[in-house]
Nanobody
């Protein structure tokens, strides 16, 4: 079993930055694929980024060059650094994990955090 706890959300003006953290327990990051998804009001949950067991990263097009996913294996924590934020980045951000699958679909991940609200004002 894997437990995920997110932190770091908040309110920021457009152009600003935020960093989200996701602390994992139950398995080490070297045995997990970790991802970030987000859900805007009235919309479906969408993929943002993932980092694999071997630290390969992948991003959805709308965040490339602005967001960075990284991990600290000593702290068993994954981060999402978000720069140049836009109002359309507003939503609840979820950390997700899986031990076997790599992908951009939410149903490919077995473990989820509780979510962190990110609000970007214009």
């Amino acid at each position: 079993q894997v437990q995920l706890v997110e932190s770091g959300g908040g309110l920021v003006q457009a152009g600003g930055s935020l960093r989200l953290s996701c602390a994992a327990s139950g398995r080490t990051l070297s045995n997990l694929v970790m991802a970030w998804f987000r859900q805007a009001p009235g919309k479906e949950r969408e993929f943002v980024a993932y980092i694999t067991w071997g630290a390969t990263t992948y991003y959805t097009d709308s965040v490339k060059g602005r967001f960075t996913i990284s991990r600290d294996t000593a702290k068993n924590t994954v981060y999402l650094q978000m720069n140049s934020l836009k109002p359309e980045d507003t939503g609840v951000y979820y950390c997700a994990a899986d031990v076997r699958r790599v992908g951009v679909l939410s149903n490919q991940y077995d473990y989820w955090g509780q979510g962190a609200q990110v609000t970007v004002s214009s």
